[in-house]
């Protein structure tokens, strides 16, 4: 844990420690399209880091689409008993095993 200025240990903000893997993973994607070998290995390191200290992605896409499971769908839910999610806006994170921001995700069609 961190120290304050009086020495007492001061609570990690996991959200906040969520959210900034998550902007890793969305720098990871864009870097993927640059082409820049260095700049891609920083940031698979920079991943690496957060996966050591514990905290791992989930990115949904692909998978069959179950009503009740915890994702934050983005517009509407098409009609229909095949749906899988086509996109994902954001991964799940979890740290310590913990869900700290459910995943952000797009439903479709598993026909379309």
């Given at each position: 844990?961190?120290?304050?200025?009086?020495?007492?240990?001061?609570?990690?903000?996991?959200?906040?420690?969520?959210?900034?893997?998550?902007?890793?993973?969305?720098?990871?994607?864009?870097?993927?399209?640059?082409?820049?070998?260095?700049?891609?290995?920083?940031?698979?390191?920079?991943?690496?880091?957060?996966?050591?200290?514990?905290?791992?992605?989930?990115?949904?896409?692909?998978?069959?689409?179950?009503?009740?499971?915890?994702?934050?769908?983005?517009?509407?839910?098409?009609?229909?008993?095949s749906?899988?999610?086509?996109?994902?806006?954001?991964?799940?994170?979890?740290?310590?095993?913990?869900?700290?921001?459910?995943a952000?995700?797009?439903?479709?069609?598993?026909?379309g």
């Amino acid at each position: 844990m961190a120290q304050g200025d009086a020495g007492a240990p001061q609570a990690v903000d996991l959200r906040a420690v969520a959210r900034a893997f998550v902007e890793a993973w969305r720098l990871e994607r864009r870097v993927r399209s640059l082409e820049d070998p260095r700049l891609a290995e920083g940031v698979r390191r920079l991943l690496g880091e957060f996966e050591a200290a514990g905290c791992r992605l989930e990115d949904p896409v692909g998978t069959r689409f179950v009503d009740g499971v915890t994702f934050e769908v983005i517009g509407d839910v098409p009609q229909g008993a095949s749906l899988k999610v086509v996109e994902t806006i954001r991964p799940a994170v979890y740290i310590g095993g913990q869900l700290q921001v459910p995943a952000q995700v797009i439903i479709g069609s598993e026909e379309g």
